[in-house]
């Protein structure tokens, strides 16, 4: 019998045992997947940290404080239900975290950070409302990985003298239930796999487990691999119906069905209908796992189109409030939306989400950066390949030849040619105006005043019909699916509630699966940076409770 349990070795999970193993606990770590997918889902991630009046932001003249960032994540989180006290209790804790302890705390395990910070999810609507006030999305160098990387050193080092046991391709499919307590863990050990991370696996059972302890952490992920899952849990009443088609932004090991096992044994769940799904995927062209979507992180300037053809008003616009793009796009009936834009856009504006789209980041070597993303011609080279395979892109010299090649991609929505013109050639006209009245271009010229985004993120105004720009590039957009908002309901220690609110004795919960703490500490909406932060976060205090 071990002192902790560990369900998901994830980077929450990694956190969780490398906590209570620095507290002299003795600690199993399971996960259903093999070694090879040690980190989940964090390996796959930019490496985004939200965090709070950093030197980083300092030295790119960013003046942010802990009272700004809490105006900031209040207004976009929303909280109106009574059962958002303990996500709230959460989320405040972890802005305290954030512009405090954190980055000191990470830089002790040998984190470091690239010195441009990202402002995502920018608002666009009210003060005190939805979005970031200024940049706050700190890219650790070596993206994912990176991040991964400390908390996998400690518990390797612990396996290594024996304070820490893996047990991988172990899936538990039941709590052990003791007097009302959890007492530990049951289920199937699958048959050894090799396949390359992230790619599936097979869920052949060759004998069962079971395993006791004091306390069980479970850390086992979201639902984005499970569509079905996803369309169940769909907040139609908000968005309208589940997209009927939509790719995925995570493998297919994020099954969702752990959180399912923790309900079943009587454990509380809420704001389940509150997830995360962004509006800018790619159709994988070289894909890992099943239905493998890329998610486009844009720079301003991408002239945004429903499936209808009309372009899309601030706040929805390319990084401005994914909430409630998703909620436009879908309002069209339709489930994708279209880039229009140039090649000088697409040069400096498009990166594309993930450890493996940022070779030169998740090196974490300058000379790489200067040659990807400053001193080469055209995009960074991952992007180029989309442009080049993907089944999303269209590339032409004159908008009828570009149109012409949109309507063939989606015939069940034809784009009209003289509407599209119509609408791109009064949005140039704006250029030629330093007073333009267009909120895009007011836009693209105020992210420009932030020399992050004028150095490496945001183009030069100017027309995108024009010739000397081209040529004209199109990009289809679908829904695609990442984040739970909502999950297991815990108190601050990462306890586990009943329905009744009291406390389930022995089982503690923490990241996506408690929605990144609490149940749900981002509310409605989330600043980016936040789900990593909330995975540490999380974990560290779960791993710190038992």
């Known amino acids: ?61 960013i003046r942010d404080t802990l009272a700004l960032a809490t105006t900031d994540w209040m207004g976009s989180a929303g909280f109106d239900r009574a059962e958002d006290a303990n996500p709230r209790r959460v989320a405040e804790a972890y802005l305290d975290f954030a512009a405090g302890e954190m980055r000191p705390w990470l830089k002790s395990l040998g984190m470091r950070w690239f010195p441009v910070v990202g402002w995502a999810e920018r608002g666009g609507a009210l003060a005190n409302g939805h979005g970031n006030s200024v940049p706050r999305f700190h890219v650790t160098w ?50 050894p796999d090799k396949a390359d991370r992230g790619r599936s696996t097979t869920r052949d059972a060759v004998a069962r487990f079971e395993h006791r302890a004091g306390a069980v952490i479970v850390t086992s992920g979201g639902i984005g691999g499970n569509h079905d ?15 009927r088609r939509m790719v995925a932004g995570v493998p297919d090991y994020v099954d969702g069905e752990m959180q399912q096992v923790a309900k079943a044994a009587g454990a509380a769940a809420i704001n389940e209908d509150r997830m995360w799904h962004y509006t800018e995927g790619l159709v994988n062209w070289n894909p890992i796992w099943p239905n493998h979507g890329i998610r486009i992180l844009p720079g301003p300037s991408s002239v945004w189109f429903d499936a209808l053809g009309q372009r899309m008003q601030a706040p929805c616009l390319p990084g401005f409030d994914t909430l409630a793009t998703l909620q436009r796009i879908l309002s069209t009936g339709h489930e994708h939306s279209w880039f229009i834009l140039s090649q000088k856009i697409i040069e400096k504006e498009f990166a594309l989400s993930g450890s493996e789209q940022n070779p030169d980041l998740t090196a974490g070597k300058w000379s790489a950066v200067i040659k990807a993303r400053l001193a080469g011609k055209g995009a960074p080279a991952p992007v180029e390949a989309f442009k080049t395979h993907g089944e999303d892109f269209i590339v032409a010299k004159t908008l009828p030849d570009l149109i012409d090649g949109m309507n063939r991609l989606t015939p069940d929505a034809p784009m009209d040619p ?35 985004d004028r150095l490496i993120r945001t183009a030069k105004p100017h027309k995108i019909l024009d010739p000397a720009n081209g040529p004209l590039i199109a990009v289809r957009l679908n829904i695609l699916t990442r984040k739970s908002l909502g999950g297991l309901h815990t108190d601050l220690n990462g306890q586990v509630l009943r329905p009744d609110g009291s406390a389930f004795a022995g089982l503690y919960a923490a990241g996506e699966v408690a929605g990144f703490g609490g149940g749900g500490y981002h509310g409605y909406n989330a600043l980016e940076g936040t789900f990593l932060g909330g995975c540490i976060f999380s974990g560290r205090m779960a791993g710190r409770a038992v």
């Open 142 to 191: 070596g993206t994912g990985p990176g991040v991964v990387a400390p908390f996998e050193r400690l518990v390797r080092a612990a396996a290594a003298d024996g304070r820490l046991n893996f047990g991988f391709r172990h899936r538990v499919t039941d709590l052990i239930l003791e007097n009302g307590s959890v007492a530990g863990v049951a289920g199937e050990v699958l048959r």
């Open 418 to 452: 003289a509407r599209i013109a119509a609408q791109l050639l009064a949005r140039d006209a704006q250029i030629d105006n330093e007073f333009a009245k267009d909120a895009q271009v007011i836009a693209i010229r105020q992210a420009r005043a932030y020399r992050g």
């Open 1 to 61: 019998m071990v002192d902790v349990i560990v369900v998901g070795a994830g980077l929450a999970g990694l956190v969780a045992a490398s906590e209570a193993v620095a507290r002299g606990r003795r600690v199993l770590l399971l996960d259903q997947e093999g070694e090879q997918s040690l980190g989940g889902q964090a390996f796959w991630s930019l490496g985004g940290l939200f965090m709070v009046d950093t030197p980083e932001q300092r030295r790119m003249g």
């Open 229 to 243: 899952m996803v369309r169940a849990q769909w907040p139609v009443d908000r968005l309208g119906p589940a997209p």
